[in-house]
């Protein structure tokens, strides 16, 4: 008995979110069809000048820009950003520094501080529990 293996495939949307890319900006033919896993590995390996470019100039899906401001996807929100944004105006908001995201930065720097204090503890929890 053999086995018939299909190619693999997922939708735009999921192979633009692996890419880190923004959706909408990507070029029709990659919007309108669907990508192997096969493909999604070159896109990735050997990338096209299209990815490249939406990579370095946007615009970037919130996940990438609130990576970049330092925020987490929440604090986009109560900071007012709902789109996508190019890299100039990432930019131009980490320059203006407006006090929505000083006041985001500071909580997702507590947010990391308290992340590693559980960690820790957690290891520390362990480590009494393997002595025993």
Do not use: C
Not at 84 to 93: G, K, N, P, S, Y
């Amino acid at each position: 008995m053999s086995s018939h293996q299909s190619t693999q495939t997922m939708k735009p949307a999921t192979a633009a979110k692996k890419l880190g890319v923004y959706l909408d900006a990507t070029p029709a033919e990659f919007r309108d069809g669907v990508v192997s896993r096969a493909e999604l590995a070159a896109l990735q390996s050997d990338p096209p000048q299209w990815l490249v470019a939406l990579r370095t100039d946007g615009p970037h899906p919130r996940p990438v820009v609130a990576q970049k401001l330092g925020v987490s996807i929440a604090g986009l929100a109560r900071g007012g950003v709902t789109e996508a944004l190019t890299t100039e105006q990432i930019e131009a908001l980490k320059t203006e520094n407006p006090e929505w995201l000083q006041q985001e930065r500071s909580t997702q720097a507590d947010v990391r501080k308290e992340n590693v204090r559980i960690k820790k503890k957690h290891a520390e929890e362990e480590a009494r529990r393997a002595q025993q």
